[in-house]
């Protein structure tokens, strides 16, 4: 059975740092395209950071140079380092997943993948 669970969100204040993770079972995260999506009240789910099996990342625009996607494959996780947040960066994160998708696919389109987590909460305050 497939779960992915997501930890480490939180309140933080401008310029400050979190990192989330994504617990997954029921299959090996270096075989699936992995990502990360965000849902702020009122606003669309974004993209926000993915990787896939060959080990290719890629990040929205709006987070380039400030948040960092990784895996570890011992303990089957999935993080998003998150550094010098923004009070746009507030919104509930996701984790997802999928096999066979490339990084740039899964985080063009949330439809495309087929497992996610239950979220976690970030907020942000100026």
């Known amino acids: 059975q497939v779960q992915l669970v997501e930890s480490g969100g939180g309140s933080v204040q401008a310029g400050g740092s979190l990192r989330l993770a994504c617990a997954v079972s029921?299959?090996?995260?270096?075989?699936?395209?992995m990502a990360w999506f965000r849902q702020a009240p009122g606003k669309e789910r974004e993209g926000v950071a993915a990787?896939?099996?060959?080990?290719?990342?890629t990040v929205a625009d709006s987070v380039e140079g400030r948040f960092t996607i990784s895996q570890d494959y011992a303990k089957n996780t999935l993080y998003l380092q998150m550094n010098s947040l923004k009070p746009d960066d507030t919104a509930m994160y996701y984790c997802?997943?999928?096999?066979?998708?490339?990084?740039?696919?899964?985080?063009?389109?949330?439809?495309?993948?087929?497992?996610w987590g239950q979220g976690t909460q970030v907020t942000v305050s100026s």
């Open positions: 990787i896939d099996s060959r080990g290719i990342t």
């Open positions: 029921g299959y090996s995260v270096s075989s699936y395209c």
């Open positions: 997802a997943s999928r096999r066979g998708l490339t990084a740039i696919q899964a985080l063009g389109d949330s439809r495309l993948l087929l497992y």
